[in-house]
């Protein structure tokens, strides 16, 4: 696998909060750390189809995994509440901190 020119950003959870995707599990009963094992688990997923010689678009992954962390916390959810949860990833929110950075501020709206 050829990485010349590759660059890695980790910006989601760091730049941008998960809160949004959070309060949607909270919704259906899921406790609050439900949306970082389902995000670590989607991450795991993700690092191991790229070392593998494959890629999947994160909304991808992101779809496939969450059943699997739902039905470990007991939780049943049919497609239409499964989509609604993952597109709430395009609506994430900038962490507070990235407002009063004004190097930094501009570079994530």
């Known amino acids: ?10 910006i989601i959870g760091t730049c ?7 309060q949607r599990l909270v919704e259906l009963g899921a406790p609050p750390h439900a949306v ?11 690092f191991a189809l790229s070392h593998a010689g494959s890629y999947r678009p994160l909304k991808e992954v992101l779809e496939a995994e969450l ?4 039905k470990v916390l007991g939780i049943e959810a049919d497609a239409q509440m499964r ?5 709430a990833f395009s609506e994430l929110e900038p962490q507070p901190a990235m407002d009063e950075s004004p190097r930094l501020s501009h570079k994530v709206r």
């Open 67 to 70: 059943p699997r962390t739902l």
């Open 36 to 46: 970082e094992l389902w995000f670590a688990q989607t991450l795991r997923d993700a």
């Open 83 to 87: 989509s609604h949860i993952v597109n």
């Open 1 to 10: 696998m050829n990485t010349k020119g590759t660059a890695v950003f980790d």
């Open 16 to 22: 941008f909060s998960l809160d949004k995707p959070r």
